[in-house]
């Protein structure tokens, strides 16, 4: 099935190319089915290359997904034309009488500021206590997950000795979890960030269940029973030159940057990266996907009053 964006979106010819297809509204309005609604508030400052690496994978499903890009107000993109978000972004005034059968919030580079100094913590918490009503299922990634856990749990963040950089193995914890269906006993996921979560306090708060961890890198997955919560320490949507990108802009600075661990051959740059972990991530999102087509009420507005049942 298409996956219905807005017209606008400069990730609409590449996601064609790949043979991924899309949908315009007056078409899908003319379709008698009820497609998945999702929202993606997108915290990234390159905005373009994150929207195509997740309608990539929210695209690759047989369900018609309907897809809002989100941004906040009170803090300026500088690496995005302010006309193209005006154009195809909606703001929190703009959606907050909308229901959604989704909602992801992506990572940040904000790690290593204390959550409160954010400029934007006072609207980011808003979308949080928000979704409660208007969301089924919320995947939180990276600095995303990071403020999410301090939010709803009190779940601190700690500085790294050093960045964790590179692509990273981890092993189930619970087996046959329905997010994580299909998945080998052990994954691997991209990671690029300067701080860890505190995996103690999570371990001894109820509510959260731990879905998948590392011996050397702790806990990288976390949900919560009722599906309405995922935490992901990671970045399943980066495609196999973002790292390189990231790797290669602070090396040309001069900045202090090794080069990514497990992410090419020998560990020499100039050797094309190893895509290992591109079946997962295509299979996390169709498993989330999933959860949310079985468990979402269908009518939207039951969310709000409580009514989880399955279709």
Known sequence: MPIKITDGLSAKELLHEEGIFTIDKGSALRQDIRPLRILILNLMPLKKPTELQLLRLLGDSPLQVEVDFCRTTSHESV???PSYLEQNYYTFDDIKNNYYDGLIITGAPVEQIPFEDVDYWPELTTYLDWSAGHAFSTLYFCWGAQAALYHYYGVEKRLLPEKLFGIFEYQLTQK??????????????PQSRHTAIDDI?????????????????????IGTADHRRFFVLGHFEYDRRTLETEYLRDKNKGLPISVPKHYYPKDNDK????????SYAHLFYHNWLNIVYQETPYCLE????GKFCVR
């Open 176 to 189: 046959g979890h329905p997010l994580l269906r299909g998945f080998d006993d052990r994954y691997f996921i």
């Open 201 to 221: 306090k999570v371990y001894n708060t109820p509510a959260l269940d731990i879905l998948s961890r590392s011996p050397e890198n702790g806990i990288n997955i």
């Open 79 to 81: 690496h995005t034309d």
């Open 271 to 278: 050797n094309q990266p190893v895509f290992t972990w591109c």
């Open 302 to 305: 039951d969310i709000g009053r």
